[in-house]
């Protein structure tokens, strides 16, 4: 039972251009989102949030956008840098502290 | 104010061996939790402790896996005569009380040869 995916394993993107991850869920009691970003040998690194009664949190060029009706959220950046590259992860928790439960990662890869 | 440290970063084991893998979880924090990401895989929960309790481990292998987070010393996760399956990037993940994000460490590279 894979409750959160993220059905696209790589993206390619330009220099300066929007960059757009999209996360499924299909657990009704997630409460929170969060992504992580992820290099080559190193752990994750949180990225931005969202609790499920928002619809958008906002930090600098990253965006999230929560539609819970469709149980879908999106990971915006813009505009894109190649030192984005990395592995973005998708995360949905319950209550505070309970565990994240992950999406497959999604490789984005930003071209000079 | 040094991050979630974990031990070794890389470990070899032949098959039947046990592997012991080591956290120290950020100054502060009281909740730790372990994840497991396979090769070309995302990242897998597996237990998630507070001191000295077990409070999920929904996501452990029922043999050979067992994790321990003593009152003092690092979060342990014993793996008990690994298999060629076992060959992973186990990750480790702070917080304190009543917060949401994970704080991650870099991770145990886990060989099996």
């Known amino acids: 039972d894979q409750q959160v995916k993220q059905n696209s394993p790589s993206l390619s993107v330009q220099e300066g251009r929007i960059s757009i991850l999209n996360c499924d869920y299909t657990n009704s009691m997630f409460d929170y989102f969060l992504w992580y970003k992820k290099y080559p040998a190193e752990g994750p690194t949180f990225l931005i949030s969202i609790s499920s009664i928002k619809d958008k949190n906002e930090d600098g060029r990253f965006t999230v956008f929560l539609n819970k009706s469709a149980k879908h959220l999106s990971l915006h950046i813009v505009p894109s840098q190649p030192g984005d590259s990395a592995v973005y992860f998708c995360?949905?928790?319950?209550?505070?502290?309970?565990?994240?439960?992950f999406g497959e990662g999604t490789q984005l890869t930003v071209n000079p | 104010n040094a991050g979630v440290m974990q031990n070794p970063r890389h470990l070899v084991r032949r098959r039947g061996q046990e592997a012991r893998l080591r956290c120290s979880p950020m100054k502060g924090h009281s909740h730790v939790y372990w994840y497991r990401q396979l090769p070309e895989e995302g990242l897998k929960f597996m237990v998630y402790?507070?001191?000295?309790?077990?409070?999920?481990e929904s996501g452990m292998p029922k043999e050979r896996f067992s994790a321990e987070f003593p009152k003092e010393g690092p979060s342990i996760l014993r793996i008990q005569q690994v298999v060629r399956g076992d060959s992973a990037a186990y990750f480790c993940?702070?917080?304190?009380?009543?917060?949401?994000?994970?704080?991650f460490g870099a991770g145990s590279r886990l060989t099996v040869l």
């Open positions: 402790l507070q001191k000295e309790n077990i409070i999920d």
């Open positions: 993940a702070s917080t304190f009380s009543g917060a949401n994000v994970l704080t």
């Open positions: 995360g949905g928790g319950e209550t505070s502290g309970s565990r994240l439960t």
